[in-house]
């Protein structure tokens, strides 16, 4: 499954663009503020519905438009879909799948996984535990399609929880309430702190091994999970802090708690890590997740990588090339061709582009 062409319209300050794209790497060169970043982001949003930059979709909007637009052609094996994501300032967002609205988890089974390396997404390494929790449920749908909902299921249950906590605290229910909860909430968690605990297990040497290529040093990844995928020590975790929770009006344990751990070396990549190891670490995780899904009998994922170059010495951008090159679809940013490697400048797009522009490939 690849990406075959992208239309984009109003989008920040991409006002009109049509692009057609290729398997293997694309290369989008060009100086500062030309768009580079605005495109990987419009091809993330139209297969997402998501931006990696922003949690206000209305940013996405060019000044003085009324919508913004990205339509996304998506090619596979059994045919191709059309994926169109807009934003307007009058009636919000929209996903639609060959011109109708589908659920997410209709639309992921009609696109690739994608992966972003950016500047913005360094909160995944040095943000709150949150931030990798959301990462590692996206992987795990990835990886295990039938798994996709099991996110889902657990915030709906923790809602639940969480909403009775707040009616007894305000007379209008009885704590007796709280068995039941407890028991569904405990069935809930650990299918999901399973999958994640078993995702992490294919992350940790994969996320080892492209650390090492990359010149991290000695890392490590690990799922932390207090009560584990084990539903009676989740019960009695609750039960314990049940007084807790009735003051605080909000649940003190689950796997909404816990932690994606990145280490280097015996400290956390988070607190410890330099501006330049969290990058690399970031990217190794990226590397990872690819592997893993490949190596599952997946489709490789579609990598969006902005200005990644700059972070390599000469000797690994060429292996990093090498390894997007041979297998599935990967755009890259820079804004000096001198640093891509040859593989990387066989088809390159030089940004800003008009309307109706095709890959460039370079002679």
């Known amino acids: 499954m690849r990406l075959a062409g992208i239309e984009v319209r109003d989008f920040r300050s991409l006002e009109q663009l049509q692009l057609n794209l290729e398997p293997g790497i694309t290369s989008l060169v060009g100086v500062n503020a030309a768009g580079k970043t605005n495109l990987l982001e419009a091809l993330y949003f139209a297969l997402s519905g998501r931006s990696f930059r922003t949690r206000d979709r209305r940013e996405l909007i060019r000044f003085g438009a009324p919508v913004a637009r990205s339509e996304l052609q998506v090619e596979g094996e059994e045919g191709g879909h059309r994926l169109l994501a807009s934003v307007s ?12 609205p589908a659920t997410p988890e209709v639309i992921a089974r009609r696109r690739p996984h994608v992966v972003v390396f950016a500047p913005d997404r360094l909160v995944l390494v040095k943000g709150p535990p949150a931030e990798r929790r959301a990462h590692l449920d ?53 299918p999901l702190a399973e999958a994640r605990g078993e995702a992490s ?5 994969r996320f080892a091994s492209a650390a090492d290529r990359l010149g991290l040093g000695e890392v490590r990844l690990r799922y932390v999970s207090r009560e584990g995928a084990d539903p009676a020590a989740l019960r009695e975790a609750l039960a314990e802090r049940r007084e807790s929770d009735l003051r605080r009006v909000r649940t003190s344990a689950g796997p909404h708690l816990d932690e ?104």
Not at 89 to 100: S, V
Not at 268 to 284: D, F, I, K, T, V
């Open 260 to 363: 994606l751990e990145l280490s280097l070396g015996e400290r956390s990549l988070r607190r410890y890590g330099s501006q330049g190891e969290q990058r690399a670490g970031l990217l190794a995780l990226l590397l990872a997740e690819r592997e893993s899904l490949i190596d599952g009998g997946m489709a490789a994922p579609v990598m969006l990588l902005d200005d990644v170059m700059s972070e390599l010495d000469p000797a690994r951008r060429e292996l990093l090339a090498d390894r997007l090159e041979e297998r599935g679809q990967a755009l890259i940013s820079a804004a000096d061709e001198t640093a891509l490697p040859a593989v990387a400048r066989q088809r390159l797009v030089r940004m800003p582009l008009g309307v109706d522009s095709s890959l460039r490939v370079a002679a």
């Open 201 to 205: 297990e294919q992350l940790a040497p």
């Open 89 to 100: 300032r009058a009636e919000g967002r929209r996903h639609l799948l060959d011109g109708k």
């Open 138 to 190: 996206r992987f795990v749908a990835a990886r295990w399609p039938s798994r996709s909902r099991l996110r889902q299921q657990y915030g709906q249950v923790l809602a639940q929880r969480n909403a009775l906590l707040r009616r007894i605290a305000a007379g209008f229910s009885s704590r007796s309430e709280l068995d039941a909860w407890d028991e569904t909430l405990a069935a809930a968690a650990a």
